[in-house]
């Protein structure tokens, strides 16, 4: 039973990471298809780091409701979790940013920001192997 609650939170966590790259990534690729496309992958971009972050969790609470204790996180399974996080909420901000912000009016603008979400989301995945190793 355990392992088939940690291989269910795996799977949506690899989910979401699929949707946290390929929406700038689709993005950057089509950016002059319109706003209405753009809009609708800035939504999936924000839920995709929601559930990167309700994922992440779920792994903490897999671990307290099947072990009874939290993982020990430590060294640079720690300093990996730590990037994750950030990447993670620079992640949904820029996100919402893209949603909301007037300033991202412009066509170079929108483009800086979404090659930086291509970035954090990069970033995040490459923190996520030590995890694997360490924890």
Do not use: I
């Amino acid at each position: 039973m355990t392992e088939l609650v940690y291989t269910l939170v795996q799977a949506v966590h690899n989910y979401g990471t699929l949707a946290v790259v390929a929406s700038p990534a689709v993005a950057l690729g089509f950016r002059d298809r319109g706003a209405d496309l753009e809009r609708r992958l800035a939504w999936t971009l924000l839920l995709a780091w929601g559930l990167q972050a309700a994922s992440g969790a779920g792994f903490a609470a897999a671990s307290y409701g099947l072990k009874g204790q939290f993982p020990e996180v430590t060294g640079v399974a720690l300093y990996s979790l730590v990037v994750k996080l950030v990447a993670t909420v620079a992640g949904c901000a820029l996100a919402a940013l893209l949603l909301c912000a007037r300033r991202l009016s412009s066509p170079r603008s929108r483009t800086v920001a979404w090659a930086a979400c291509l970035g954090l989301a990069v970033v995040a995945l490459t923190a996520a192997a030590p995890l694997r190793w360490y924890l």
